[in-house]
Structures are given as C-alpha cells and as structure tokens.
C-alpha cells in the first residue's frame, strides 16, 4: 500500500515562498503520475500541478509561480511555491496515480495524502 505524506505548510505574507515535500512510501509498482491539488474552505478541491516522465503541467493560476520536481531517488516529491497570494490559501494534498497523467489531473487518483495547511495573509 502506497502512503504519501506531506510537510512544508505553513504561514507566510503575501509575496512570499514555501516549499511543500511529499514523501512517498510502500511502492509495489511504478507510479507513473504524481501531483498536488488544494481545497480551500467552501471551495472544491483543484488541481494545482502534475509530473511524470513526460514532464510537469501547471493550471494556470499558479503557472510562472509554482514548480513541481522529483528527487533522483522518486521517492519526494516537491512543489516550491513562490510569489504567494492570499488566494492560494489551502489544503494542499500530495496525489499519485498509477498510469496516467490525464487521469489525475481529472481528479481520479489512486492514492492521496492527508494534506498541509497553506495560508498566505495581505
């Protein structure tokens, strides 16, 4: 069983940076997609960011700010979030999806994490 295990959240001012850290545990098999989606209250959870082999795509809110990476070991996954708006205040999850990209972006993932609170105060 796959677990994936986020930290990095935190508090910071508008225009500032974190960087979130997913740790990925319990592989069996190649996971071929990995990503990260946030919720903010009253809101429904979004796609922010994917990776694979293929490359990375960003939704276009955070496009220019955010970076997603893998390190050489694909063991950890990262999102460095930089030039932060109160807008972008959320729960941020860590997802995995075994075959593909285009599925995960859609919403449908096989494994998630069990989020880390963002906020960014004006």
């Known amino acids: 069983q796959e677990q994936l295990v986020e930290s990095g959240g935190g508090s910071v001012q508008a225009g500032g940076s974190l960087r979130l850290s997913c740790a990925a545990s319990?592989?069996?098999?190649?996971?071929?997609?990995m990503g990260w989606f946030r919720q903010a209250p009253g809101k429904e959870r979004e796609w922010v960011s994917s990776?694979?082999?293929?490359?990375?795509t960003y939704a276009d809110s955070v496009k220019g700010r955010f970076t997603i990476s893998k390190d050489n070991a694909k063991t950890v996954l990262y999102l460095q979030m930089n030039s932060l708006k109160p807008e972008d205040t959320a729960m941020y999850y860590c997802?995995?999806?075994?075959?593909?990209?285009?599925?995960?972006?859609?919403?449908?993932?096989?494994?998630w994490g069990q989020g880390t609170q963002v906020t960014v105060s004006s």
């Open positions: 997802a995995a999806h075994r075959f593909s990209c285009e599925m995960l972006t859609r919403g449908t993932v096989h494994y």
């Open positions: 319990g592989y069996t098999y190649s996971t071929n997609c």
């Open positions: 990776i694979s082999t293929a490359g990375s």
